[in-house]
T-cell receptor
Framework: GAGVSQSPSNKVTEKGKDVELRCDPISGHTALYWYRQSLGQGLEFLIYFQGNSAPDKSGLPSDRFSAERTGGSVSTLTIQRTQQEDSAVYLC?????????????FGPGTRLLVL | AQTVTQSQPEMSVQEAETVTLSCTYDTSESDYYLFWYKQPPSRQMILVIRQEAYKQQNATENRFSVNFQKAAKSFSLKISDSQLGDAAMYFCAYRSSWGSQGNLIFGKGTKLSVKP
């Protein structure tokens, strides 16, 4: 079946604008994760969803970041009032569930550049 | 908190030769999972191999195998008969088996080059 898809593939925006990043997980996967990959910080975990619920939002870097998931499927990561330090690749992953050792399958990421 | 360290920012191997990528981790847990992911220039993270900490036997997947030393908290990846398509960033990752979060903790990565 289809893998995890993300859109857009690349996004260039101006400082202060809002952006929305979309993730479409593998069909039937109930768990969904967002990570950020940047040169300085490596791969950081941002947030996860079990179904539509995100129990822990403490990984989000600031209150400018928010995420939602609807219908247990598509998720959107929104960054408000973007800053240059938000420039990074945002990766989404999904897994069948939160069971022990469930493998996470990644999408191709969205490369965000804030000018 | 758990940490993952990859001490080799870059490695190089001749085609058809064998290379070993190092990974160490720090945890106080006894049950966990370890992964190696490959990230080619396309950015897509691809699972290479996984290891359950409760299993003593080292995982293997075709040309890829690991040397899991639980007491030493070491998890190295061996690539045999290296191919040009193996060139990529390789990330070692840790996943706790406790709690409900399940997120991966990654090392900084090792960039592998394969010379023809």
């Amino acid at each position: 079946g289809a893998g995890v898809s993300q859109s857009p593939s690349n996004k260039v925006t101006e400082k202060g604008k809002d952006v929305e990043l979309r993730c479409d997980p593998i069909s039937g996967h109930t768990a969904l994760y967002w990570y950020r990959q940047s040169l300085g910080q490596g791969l950081e975990f941002l947030i996860y969803f079990q179904g539509n619920s995100a129990p822990d939002k403490s990984g989000l870097p600031s209150d400018r970041f928010s995420a939602e998931r609807t219908g247990g499927s598509v998720s959107t990561l929104t960054i408000q009032r973007t800053q240059q330090e938000d420039s990074a690749v945002y990766l989404c992953a999904s897994s069948l569930g939160l069971g022990r050792g469930e493998t996470q399958y990644f999408g191709p990421g969205t490369r965000l550049l804030v000018l | 908190a758990q940490t993952v360290t990859q001490s080799q920012p870059e490695m190089s191997v001749q085609e058809a030769e064998t290379v070993t990528l190092s990974c160490t981790y720090d945890t106080s847990e006894s049950d966990y999972y370890l992964f190696w992911y490959k990230q080619p220039p396309s950015r897509q993270m691809i699972l290479v191999i996984r290891q359950e900490a409760y299993k003593q036997q080292n995982a293997t997947e075709n040309r890829f195998s690991v040397n899991f030393q639980k007491a030493a908290k070491s998890f190295s990846l061996k690539i045999s008969d290296s191919q040009l398509g193996d060139a990529a960033m390789y990330f070692c990752a840790y996943r706790s088996s406790w709690g409900s979060q399940g997120n991966l903790i990654f090392g900084k990565g090792t960039k592998l080059s394969v010379k023809p």
